[in-house]
């Protein structure tokens, strides 16, 4: 089970609800803050605690006392200068480390990171438009998770060229550059007897080299851009 993490987010427009929703439904101990209260009104159910604050104000954003959160996202990305001014006092004034800032422009990502000195910035826009393209450009794509400039995780499905085959046989960290990181496999669902239903998949943990691809696995792998570009121009 993941460990539970404090975590404070700042910012509910439509991106921070929906997160502040899944990290709530993970087990997290969530903090939504936002300056409205209608938005506060509508997410108190869905989080541990709520707080209905101006985040540019510096004596409030002191008294929340973010240096006992495991991360504090900065959600805000539509408000130009509440991002700077927020991600400004939470970096310089408060000296926290633990910031992970949401930008929507290139000139928002280049001043948090260069003029503040926030390292961990994401788009949620550019990350499920990449996705979105992905899936339609390679048929196997099912996720991909952006870890940097240079690395992500990609998940699929199962090549037919190696269904019946082992890890070792394909020698994929040798042959494709990429770590199997794990396979994920259907089994019939608990909740009804009928083969025919609906199934839960699940990952079966980190793979020996002696597992056997079936049909329908999904596997998970890490690796460069590039190679994980090049496996799919070249796997079939």
Do not use: W
């Amino acid at each position: 089970m993941t460990k539970r993490k404090k975590i404070a987010v700042i910012g509910l427009g439509d991106f921070g609800m929906v997160l502040v929703k899944c990290l709530n439904k993970e087990g997290h101990e969530v903090i939504a803050i936002d300056s409205e209260a209608d938005r506060i009104e509508e997410i108190k159910d869905s989080c541990s605690d709520v707080a209905i604050m101006d985040s540019t104000d510096e004596v409030a954003m002191r008294n929340m006392g973010f240096k006992d959160f495991d991360r504090v996202i900065l959600a805000v990305a539509n408000d130009f200068e509440t991002l700077m001014v927020t991600a400004d006092i939470l970096k310089n004034t408060l000296n926290l480390n633990n910031i992970t800032a949401r930008y929507q422009t290139e000139l928002q990502k280049r001043l948090l990171k260069s003029s503040i000195g926030i390292v961990d910035l994401f788009n949620p826009e550019e990350t499920a438009a990449m996705n979105m393209a992905e899936q339609f450009d390679h048929q196997l794509m099912r996720k991909s998770f952006i870890l940097s400039d240079n690395f992500r995780i990609a998940e699929f499905q199962i090549p037919r060229s190696f269904i019946g085959r082992t890890l070792a046989e394909i020698n994929m960290k040798e042959t494709y550059k990429l770590l199997l990181v794990t396979v994920k496999r259907f089994r019939a669902s608990e909740k009804s007897n009928r083969v025919t239903d609906i199934k839960d998949i699940e990952p079966i943990g980190i793979p020996e080299q002696s597992i056997i691809f079936r049909e329908n696995d999904i596997i998970v792998v890490f690796g460069s851009h590039t190679d994980i570009e090049d496996f799919f121009e070249n796997v079939e």
